[in-house]
């Protein structure tokens, strides 16, 4: 997942708590970003195409980067330490950061919620660290499966500790969504890695993450979240750098480095104009296709293909992930 490592959309309010966020997941999982409200007329590019369909595009690229940006990571734990690759994927968060300060100016540097921007930006860097260190030993499209888990937590974080009203139909489909979840994991059984609870506890940082930044983005705004997230999670994760760090040796890791952190940076970019031009109800739907990118590239390159019951576990989260998005949307229209 992260989005970078983070990378996934659920914030500002019920409907974009269903997208799901690279960045910096490693990932698996996409920052914060506040839900658009509606259609935008500023697009320079395309311009015959509707926004909802262009929004569409922007978000289908980012998951294809994000996926990229995982096996890349998945291929550059055979030979780095976690921590290494989990820094050097949130230097790509950085670098979209920048690009947005750029842009926008040092004024997406004011804020009023200085300690829960840091909190945010270390859960940031424990939903990817953890991310990193599970795909060590888990297949790539287990683990992106897993992660998707965390919309259906943030659904139950939100009843439980926000005292949001979660009704029958909603609580029902957070049970089901765990159950898949226990079908991929199949804890007891011969198939059943270790490693897979840290795929569980990057989720689990991802969706209180995502907890946080509804509010957040709502006050500070959706650069500003991402910009602060960037240098908290990196400065946090150069500490203890050298103890961990390992020169790259040959050329193509130092390609797979900048990929991992390049990809990251645009899939960023590619996750805020999204939700510029489109509607969260419109775009969310989309994060999905990160399972199906997910199962290619771990089929392609390292030959695992998701067996029966995790393909059974992953239409599980799926179909109550998509079942609790449009419940939440059907709730906000009254």
């Known amino acids: 997942m992260q989005p970078s490592g983070d990378h996934n959309?659920?914030?500002?309010?019920?409907?974009?708590?269903?997208?799901a966020s690279p960045s910096t997941n490693p990932g698996f999982y996409v920052n914060g970003v506040r839900a658009n409200t509606g259609p935008q007329n500023n697009r320079t590019l395309f311009r015959s195409l509707p926004d909802g369909v262009l929004g569409m595009m922007y978000m289908s690229l980012a998951f294809f980067l994000v996926a990229a940006s995982d096996a890349q990571v998945k291929v550059l734990t055979e030979a780095f330490h976690p921590m290494q690759i989990a820094w050097t994927r949130q230097m790509g968060l950085l670098l979209g950061a920048l690009v947005l300060l750029a842009m926008k100016g040092g004024q997406i540097l004011r804020t009023s919620n200085i300690p829960l921007q840091v909190?945010?930006?270390?859960?940031a860097l424990m939903t990817a660290t953890f991310f990193v260190f599970g795909l060590?030993?888990?297949p790539l499209a287990d683990a992106v499966a897993v992660c998707f888990?965390?919309?259906i937590m943030v659904t139950a974080m939100g009843a439980l500790f926000l005292g949001e009203p979660v009704g029958i139909r909603r609580w029902s489909a957070v049970i089901v969504g765990f159950i898949g979840t226990l079908i991929i994991i199949r804890p007891g059984f011969a198939?059943?890695?270790?490693?897979?609870l840290l795929v569980v506890l990057a989720a689990t940082c991802f969706a209180v993450r995502q907890v946080l930044s509804r509010n957040l983005v709502v006050q500070d705004g959706v650069a500003t979240t991402i910009t602060y997230t960037a240098f908290v999670s990196i400065i946090v994760l150069t500490v203890p750098l050298p103890f961990f760090w390992t020169t790259p040796e040959t050329f193509n890791q130092v390609l797979l480095m900048i990929g991992v952190a390049g990809f990251a940076a645009l899939a960023e970019l590619l996750f805020v104009k999204a939700l510029e031009v489109g509607m969260t109800v419109v775009v969310a739907p989309v994060q999905y296709t990160l399972i199906i990118w997910g199962t290619f590239y771990g089929w392609i390159i390292f030959g695992h293909f998701p067996d029966m019951w995790?393909?059974?576990?992953?239409?599980?989260?799926?179909?109550t992930g998509f079942y609790i998005f449009n419940r939440e949307r059907m709730l906000m229209r009254i």
Request: overall charge positive; glycine content about 6%; hydrophobic content about 55%.
């Open 119 to 123: 909190v945010r930006g270390v859960l």
């Open 310 to 319: 995790t393909v059974l576990g992953t239409m599980i989260i799926v179909v």
């Open 136 to 138: 060590r030993f888990v």
């Open 191 to 196: 198939s059943f890695h270790p490693a897979m």
């Open 9 to 19: 959309t659920q914030d500002s309010d019920a409907s974009a708590r269903a997208v």
């Open 149 to 151: 888990v965390a919309p």
